[in-house]
């Protein structure tokens, strides 16, 4: 024999909420990522963002590119990157194409002005 529950729509609601905040609860805690970090992690924040491929992502850590290229400090003899600024260092070398193009177009414009 079938059993039947019978709620209003009050204790109905009422239950949903309480099913639903239990299952939120039990999710985990977000994670605060620190705001500086090594040059590893600098590294793979960087080919995140431009979709380097790991050789690529490595030869912009070389000594030659690390010369005043990326934004860091050090402690000790330990490299060190604010997360922040190289997120916003990253994103402001991102090109466009159109930028490009723009740009190609006002430089040959300025060309002609100065040549002829």
Known sequence: ???FIIST???LEAFF???IQKISSLQPAKIELPENIGSEEARKLLAEIWGLSEPVSYSWFSKENMKGNLP???VGKRLIFNRAELIEYA???VVRPLDT???AITKAARRRRVNG
Do not use: L, N
């Open 1 to 3: 024999m079938e059993q």
């Open 9 to 11: 729509p009050e204790q």
């Open 17 to 19: 909420i309480r099913a």
């Open 72 to 74: 860091s400090g050090k």
């Open 91 to 93: 994103q402001s070398k």
């Open 101 to 103: 193009v723009s740009e």
